[in-house]
């Protein structure tokens, strides 16, 4: 099943080209759409036979023609896995000469859930003189409390995947503080359950800036994958429904700049653009020539 969130929190059903309005159909509090989607997904068997009886009755709608929502709007916590990919350690070495380890040495890291927006949002640069890059990832949303969760039982956690950009400010301050600028985590276009996805990894992800492709990957050169990511990440702390990871970026990572539109494209998942802009209180701070880049 693909579920949206739209056009001022409403539940969603994707089917074809149409999102079908089933808000009506389980328990679903327009002021609190985070709490309903966890509730949707501890209860998601019945919940799943509801939305779908209501479809032959629901108000529907071309889905070009609504505004979708984050799909996930307010997690407890956003987890994300920095070098997951050799190509993009390579292209890092190559640009910073400053990627010594990938993810089997950094773990996992967050990022503020305050980042998060949804398709047809908006990027906002906090800075006009330091590079901003996008970075494309396939994001999962944690079904149901995860703690010490083996990866051969991973799959069982992860209630659904969708598409993810990472935006990050290049520097030399922590990747949590460059990464959870307000705006920097946009996700959707819907979310898409794990009953969907036969395997995550072999799915191809691509990116556009403007009509550039920068970034064009199957998910299979990943490191960790997402079972692994899972079990190292609730090895380390209780996860909870809703809970987001975000999986980690391949090569072709590169600068945006306002005015772009940035559009993500996974495989059997779906596509969804951002626009960019400055933030209005955007600081001209030049780049320190001396600072370590990541
Ligand atoms: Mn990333």
Known sequence: MKIA????????????????????????DRE?????????????????????????????????EVKLQ???????????????YLNHQSEMQAKFNNAPFTIEKLGLFLKAPSSIIGPGETILLPFKDRRHDHEAELGFVIGKEAKNVK????????????????????GSEERTWRKSYDTFTPIGPWIVTSDEIEDPHQLQMDLW????????????????????????????????????IATGTPEGVGPITKGDQVRIQIEKIGEFSVNVDFREDTEHKAEDKDEVKQ
């Not at 209860?43 to 009755?57: F, G, N, P």
């Not at 984050?70 to 997951?84: G, Q, R, T, Y």
């Open 151 to 170: 990866a051969s039982d991973a799959h069982q956690y992860i209630f659904g995947y969708f598409a993810l950009m990472d935006i990050t400010v290049r």
């Open 70 to 84: 984050a799909p996930v709007p307010k997690p407890s916590k956003i987890l994300a896995a920095p070098v997951n």
């Open 209 to 244: 800036v403007n009509e550039e492709l920068r970034q064009s990957t199957n998910i299979q050169a990943i490191i960790w994958d997402c079972f692994k990511c899972l079990e190292e990440a609730s090895h380390a702390m209780t996860l909870y429904p809703g809970d987001i």
């Open 32 to 64: 609190h759409v985070q709490e309903s989607l966890v509730n949707l997904m501890t209860h998601y068997d019945e919940c799943k036979a509801k939305m779908e009886a209501a479809l032959s009755s629901a108000d529907s709608y071309p889905f070009s």
């Open 5 to 28: 969130v739209f056009n001022d929190n409403r539940l969603g059903v994707i089917q074809r080209d149409q999102v079908f309005d089933v808000s009506h159909s389980v328990l679903w």
